[in-house]
């Protein structure tokens, strides 16, 4: 199982001055219409750690570029909720295999402010609020139907009503303070650009392969 990377390649001189403004170029290039309905441009591998070290990845979406930084949401009571508290270090991973290219980003969790977070809650289907209260993420349950009871209870007790935002669900904003990009090519040789954060700017350099 090997490809070989050929579509396009990168260099210093081609990319922004700021890596947000670089991620949104991208970002828009790899939104084509002709995509198949599966692929979800906005998912990215979040990759979390504990205080005890140990780590943890799972795909999430992004939902905003605000202020700088990246946003997504979640259940405030999940494995990556928690290793966030402990640890506000995550690593974010964007792949889109269509143009052979990927983003990574490095840098801190911090809550949304609830006000955002309820803005967000009511812009999602009504099916999509009311799973956020019935799944307790990340706790043992003995079965589906578990979760189909919830459900049906929750549907039944909001009907009519607006389903109001759980004190366990909201999102996080993550102020990047490294973001490289990485285009594929020939022979495995391929473009990598990094953007690093210091007092004042960013400074970018090309990495080897």
């Known amino acids: 199982m090997r490809k070989s990377y050929t579509q396009a390649g990168l260099d210093v001189s081609e990319v922004c001055d700021d890596p947000l403004d670089q991620f949104r170029r991208w970002f828009d290039q790899a939104r084509q219409s002709d995509l198949p309905e599966w692929m979800e441009i906005n998912a990215m591998t979040l990759s979390t750690a504990g205080s005890d070290g140990a780590v943890t990845s799972r795909v999430v979406l992004l939902k905003g570029i605000e202020d700088d930084r990246f946003v997504f949401f979640t259940n405030y009571e999940?494995?990556?909720?928690?290793?966030?508290?402990?640890?506000?270090?995550?690593?974010?991973?964007?792949?889109?295999?269509?143009?052979?290219?990927?983003?990574?980003?490095?840098?801190?969790?911090?809550?949304?402010?609830?006000?955002?977070?309820?803005?967000?809650?009511?812009?999602?289907?009504?099916?999509?609020?009311?799973?956020?209260?019935?799944?307790?993420?990340?706790?043992?349950?003995?079965?589906?139907?578990?979760?189909?009871?919830?459900?049906?209870?929750?549907?039944?007790?909001?009907?009519?009503?607006?389903?109001?935002?759980?004190?366990?669900?909201?999102?996080?904003?993550?102020?990047?303070e490294r973001i490289e990009f990485w285009q594929g090519r020939p022979s495995r040789l391929h473009d990598r650009i990094a953007y690093v954060k210091t007092a004042d700017a960013w400074q970018r350099d090309r990495l080897s392969p």
Request: proline content about 5%.
């Open 78 to 176: 999940s494995v990556k909720a928690r290793q966030i508290a402990e640890n506000a270090a995550v690593s974010l991973c964007f792949f889109w295999p269509h143009l052979e290219r990927q983003v990574g980003v490095q840098g801190r969790a911090v809550r949304t402010d609830r006000r955002r977070s309820e803005a967000y809650f009511h812009s999602r289907p009504r099916e999509s609020q009311l799973g956020a209260w019935a799944s307790r993420q990340s706790s043992v349950i003995a079965d589906r139907e578990v979760l189909q009871e919830r459900f049906a209870a929750l549907d039944t007790q909001y009907q009519g009503e607006v389903v109001p935002l759980p004190d366990h669900w909201g999102g996080y904003d993550v102020t990047p």
